[in-house]
């Protein structure tokens, strides 16, 4: 279980634990006894494009979901072995916050003083042009609509946070941060982004496959071969009980029980749609456009028009539950308000807070910190239907969803993970609901994902292997 407290203000979350219970188990054949078994390696020569020699080999998939031994060319048994991976812990190891009180209020003073020199230099630039002395406006009004959204909701952050809080450290889900400790801490080297998804999803758009075959869905089975033409083009299924792992372009990514993906674009979503699957649960996480995204090209951004594209009304199912991550931008919240959820026919139900703390339980950003703050927000909606559909199942009783409810946890240190909803939503949803994530940078078990980087926080670097022999 992810959820660690749940009381009336919303949930504490343990984003750890709710990997880590995710059975990522991954069975092999011994390989110095299990040489009539080895994979064989498909060059990526069908594909035709001048950029072939960037892909490289093929990606291959071996795992076997059987236990047994099977014979060897000499009439031996070969061994079988259960690798186990658990997420690093270490990407959870947020012990102080990113900004303290200290330094938060040493940048304001510095801040008044900035602008308080500008405003010198200002009124001795306007004296001089004889004209009448003005005083230079501070804040813009995208800032001043975002401080009067932070003023409407900061006790109730504030409050719910605390009782959540309070409790994690009663139960020492939390611990108070020693001295000892933050003397001893050391900084955390994160794995290297070595395989670039999205300039892959790129490149493949070029393949001809993708544009003249409509493909099935791709199940992988025991000892299948998968080649990244076969992961361009379709959706990927592990619908066994155990982890199963694919490599492309030489980087290895571990793939959890019960779920499914789609690596593509937006411009290349035609492969879900073709499963002819809806669903009653679509999380959104847009790439949203910012000023910090385009300093560091970290990652494209889609424009409003281009999010307002996709086809959420071809994929949700009667009364869909729609939730959007939304930045604290008001730009951002007013659009998905005001344009897109009423473009898709989506009615907003409630507004969802995401708060990030230290292991110690305090806000990782000063709450009103006027750069950054502490929490994100969850836009939650139902698809609107012209005629009011009864429920398959008559017994299947879903609560009504509360509004203002804060979901309160560690953030993982990678940049963009999001905290698992699953659990926090199966009292508003159908116990045998379809799920959807879009623009997803990692799996879960149940769930379809898709994303030009779906696999991204799959790779196995981010995991720890323990080996146990079965």
């Known amino acids: 279980m992810s959820v660690v407290?749940?009381?009336s203000p919303g949930w504490l979350l343990d984003h750890l634990s709710f990997i880590n219970k995710i059975n990522y188990h991954l069975h092999q054949q011994h390989k110095p006894c299990c040489s009539k078994n080895e994979p064989t390696f498909v060059h990526f020569d069908s594909?035709?494009?001048?950029?072939?020699s960037s892909f490289g080999t093929s990606a291959?998939?071996?795992?076997?979901?059987?236990?047994?031994?099977?014979d060897n060319d000499a009439g031996g048994n070969c061994e079988m072995f259960v690798q186990k991976y658990v997420f690093r812990p270490e990407l959870f190891d947020v012990t102080k916050p990113y900004i303290t009180p200290a330094i938060h209020k040493e940048c304001q003073q510095r801040n008044e003083k900035e602008d308080l020199m500008n405003d010198v230099k200002?009124?001795?630039?306007?004296?001089t042009i004889g004209k009448k002395r003005k005083r230079c406006v501070v804040f813009n009004q995208g800032e001043l609509d975002a401080m009067e959204y932070h003023t409407k909701i900061r006790g109730l952050i504030l409050d719910g946070s605390s009782q959540l809080i309070q409790e994690g450290l009663k139960s020492g889900f939390l611990h108070p941060l020693l001295e000892k400790q933050d003397k001893c801490s050391e900084?955390?080297?994160?794995?290297?982004?070595?395989?670039n998804l999205a300039e892959l999803c790129e490149m493949a758009k070029h393949l001809p496959s993708l544009n003249e075959v409509e493909l099935q869905t791709l199940q992988?089975?025991?000892?299948?071969?998968?080649?990244?033409?076969d992961v361009f083009s379709r959706v990927v299924e592990n619908n066994s009980s155990f982890t199963k792992m694919i490599t492309l372009m030489g980087q290895k990514y571990l793939l959890p029980p019960q779920s499914s993906f789609l690596l593509s674009d937006i411009s290349c979503m035609h492969p879900l749609l073709n499963c002819r699957k809806t669903y009653d649960v679509i999380v959104i996480d847009p790439p949203w456009q910012n000023k910090s995204v385009k300093r560091s090209n970290r990652y494209s951004y889609l424009s409003p028009l281009q999010i307002k594209q996709i086809p959420i009304p071809k994929l949700a199912a009667p009364n869909c539950l729609v939730i959007t991550w939304v930045t604290n931008r008001q730009k951002h919240l007013r659009f998905v308000k005001e344009e897109l959820y009423p473009s898709w026919s989506v009615e907003i139900v409630a507004e969802w807070h995401w708060v990030k703390i230290t292991n110690s339980g305090e806000f990782v950003f000063p709450l009103d910190s006027p750069h950054k703050k502490p929490y994100e927000g969850l836009i939650l909606g139902r698809v609107r239907e012209e005629i009011a559909l009864p429920l398959r199942n008559a017994d299947v009783k879903m609560l009504?969803?509360?509004?203002?409810?804060?979901i309160v946890s560690v953030p993982c240190?990678?940049?963009?993970h999001k905290p698992p909803l699953a659990e926090v939503l199966k009292d508003y949803i159908k116990p045998d609901g379809k799920c959807l994530e879009l623009f997803a940078r990692n799996l879960q078990p149940g769930w379809t994902s898709w994303g030009n980087e779906v696999l991204k926080f799959q790779h196995v670097d981010y995991f720890i292997a323990l080996d146990s022999r079965s």
């Not at 200002?122 to 004296?127: G, L, M, P, T």
């Open 5 to 7: 407290h749940q009381l």
């Open 122 to 127: 200002k009124e001795n630039f306007i004296s």
């Open 413 to 416: 240190t990678l940049h963009s």
């Open 60 to 70: 291959t998939f071996i795992a076997s979901d059987s236990t047994t031994k099977p």
């Open 400 to 406: 009504p969803i509360p509004d203002h409810k804060l």
């Open 187 to 195: 900084p955390i080297t994160l794995p290297l982004d070595t395989c």
């Open 47 to 52: 594909l035709q494009m001048d950029s072939v």
């Open 220 to 229: 992988l089975m025991e000892d299948h071969m998968v080649t990244e033409q």
